[in-house]
C-alpha cells in the first residue's frame, strides 16, 4: 500500500516569502506528526494532530510557523517570511493511534531559503 | 544538553564485522526506546522498538536498553554494504507522542 507522501519534494524559495508543504498519511491513520531535520541532525519534532486537531505545537520555533489538518487527513505546514534558517528536511509521520504505535515517515520535503 | 545523545561518526567497518552503535539519554521519564535506518534522502524507517529496559533481537539485529544506566545500544551482526546507512535513536516518553531522536551515527559497511 502507499506510504506517507510529500510535497513538493524539493522547494527553493527566497527569504521572506511565504511557504506550504503538503502531507498525505498513511489512509486510516488518525495521528499525524510534523519534524524537522536539518543537516547532520536528527528530526526535531515540531507539531502532531490527532484527528483535526492540533493536540501538541510545542516543537514550532516560532509564530512564523503553523499547521493545519483541516478533515483529520492531509496536512499542510505553512512557513511565512522564511529565513534562512529555515532551511532543513521538514519530514511527514503518520501512525494507527498513538503512544506505543510505530510513526512512518514520508520522505521529506527539502527546504532551501535562499 | 539534549535529551539523547548520539555519536555522529562516522563509522566504517569491513563486510561481516559486528557493529555496535550507542545512545545515552537524560529524560528519566522515557519508557519508548526506538531505532530508525535513514538512507540518503529518504526518511527514516522503524528497525527496532523496545519498551522500557531489555534485549529484543529481531534477525542480525538486537536492540538493548539499560534504564539504570540511560544506555541504549544497537547490534548488527554479520554486517552487510546495504547496512551502510544513518541510524537515529529515538526515546518516547510516556503520556507524550512526540519522539525525541539522537543526533543519528552515519554507518558504512566496506565490502
Known amino acids: 500500500g502507499a506510504g506517507v507522501s510529500q510535497t513538493p519534494s524539493n522547494k527553493v524559495t527566497e527569504k521572506g516569502k511565504y511557504v506550504e508543504l503538503r502531507c498525505d498519511p498513511i489512509s486510516g491513520h488518525t495521528a499525524l506528526y510534523w519534524y524537522r531535520q536539518s543537516l547532520g541532525q536528527g528530526p526535531e519534532f515540531l507539531i502532531y494532530?490527532?484527528?483535526?486537531?492540533?493536540?501538541?505545537d510545542s516543537g514550532l520555533p516560532n509564530d512564523r510557523f503553523f499547521a493545519v489538518r483541516p478533515e483529520g487527513s492531509v496536512s499542510t505546514l505553512k512557513i511565512q517570511r522564511t529565513e534562512r534558517g529555515d532551511s532543513a528536511v521538514y519530514l511527514c509521520?503518520?501512525?494507527?493511534?498513538?503512544?506505543?504505535?510505530?510513526?512512518?515517515f514520508g520522505p521529506g520535503t527539502r527546504l532551501t531559503v535562499l | 544538553q539534549k535529551e539523547v545523545e548520539q555519536d555522529p561518526g562516522p563509522l566504517s567497518v569491513p563486510e561481516g564485522a559486528i557493529v555496535s552503535l550507542n545512545c545515552t539519554y537524560s529524560?528519566?521519564?522515557?519508557?519508548?526506546f526506538m531505532w530508525y535506518r535513514q538512507y540518503s534522502r529518504k526518511g527514516p524507517e522503524l528497525l527496532m522498538y523496545t519498551y522500557s529496559s531489555g534485549n529484543k533481537e529481531d534477525g542480525r539485529f538486537t536492540a538493548q536498553v539499560d534504564k539504570s544506566s540511560k544506555y541504549i545500544s544497537l547490534f548488527i551482526r554479520d554486517s552487510q554494504p546495504s547496512d551502510s546507512a544513518t541510524y537515529l535513536c529515538?526515546?518516547?516518553?510516556?503520556?507524550?507522542?512526540?519522539?525525541?531522536f539522537g543526533q543519528g551515527t552515519r554507518l558504512t559497511i566496506n565490502p
Open positions: 529524560n528519566s521519564a522515557f519508557q519508548y
Open positions: 529515538a526515546s518516547q516518553a510516556q503520556g507524550a507522542q512526540k519522539l525525541v
Open positions: 494532530f490527532q484527528g483535526t486537531g492540533a493536540a501538541d
Open positions: 509521520a503518520s501512525s494507527f493511534g498513538t503512544l506505543g504505535n510505530e510513526q512512518f
